[in-house]
């Protein structure tokens, strides 16, 4: 069964730099992929979508990159700022219009 | 509404008892599912309805779990005999879907906080 990873230990960084976020996966490769925001209490907000024949794709200051190859996407937020802070969850097109989810990454942006 | 709209926003229920738990979606989206969350894990695929119909109900864990969407729109989701295990977040999402095709953005709802005592 397809599994996916995102890196469990919250991610820490300084307001004005860029953070990196890392979805693998095993397996199939998905047609797409998605990545959302999630705040605590709340429910996932989508940010970006990303085709299997895509290999960037950006919205403001969030860049997607998807390497099929490694199995792997990253997620980019430069000049991040506090607002930034929230959980980050990617998500695999499982086919037949299923969606599966990563545990998410916590991204703490420090003033 | 604009938005998904989940009621109720929090339920506590006693070991053995039966809740229901209400989605209501985007108007005019088709496609219509129900993910649970556990504390610190991203949400676990339950139910996937096109229309009226479930069109991939594999995630439910059990047959304590059902799902219904009668008139296309507003789904509940059931759980009887309800078990401490059950306490999570349930969220709904819906999206639309023309033809065979997904846009592939699911637009959530802010989820139903089961707690079973």
């Known amino acids: 069964s397809q599994k996916i990873e995102q890196n469990s230990e919250a991610l820490n960084i300084q307001e004005g730099k860029t953070a990196t976020l890392t979805c693998n996966y095993t397996?199939?490769?998905?047609?797409?992929l998605q990545w959302y925001r999630q705040d605590p209490g709340r429910g996932p907000v989508f940010l970006l979508l990303i085709r299997e024949n895509e290999k960037e794709k950006r919205k403001e200051r969030l860049k997607v990159t998807f390497d099929t190859t490694l199995k792997q996407s990253l997620f980019h937020i430069t000049a991040s700022q506090p607002a930034d802070s929230a959980t980050y969850l990617c998500?695999?097109?499982?086919?037949?219009?299923?969606?599966?989810f990563g545990s998410g990454t916590k991204l703490n942006v420090k003033p | 509404g604009a938005g998904v709209s989940q009621t109720p926003s929090n339920k506590v229920t006693e070991k053995g008892k039966y809740v229901e738990l209400r989605c209501d979606p985007i108007s005019g989206h088709t496609a219509l599912y129900w993910y649970r969350q556990s504390l610190g894990q991203g949400p676990e695929f339950l139910i996937y309805f096109q229309g009226t119909g479930a069109a991939d109900d594999s995630g439910l864990p059990n047959d304590r779990f059902f799902a219904v969407r009668p008139e296309g729109s507003v789904s509940t989701l059931k759980i009887q005999r309800t078990e401490r295990g059950d306490s999570a977040v349930y969220l709904c999402a819906s999206s639309y879907t023309s033809g065979t095709v997904n846009t592939g953005e699911l637009f959530f709802g802010e989820g139903s906080r089961l707690t079973v005592l």
């Open positions: 397996n199939y490769s998905p047609a797409y």
């Open positions: 998500a695999l097109d499982r086919g037949f219009n299923k969606f599966y």
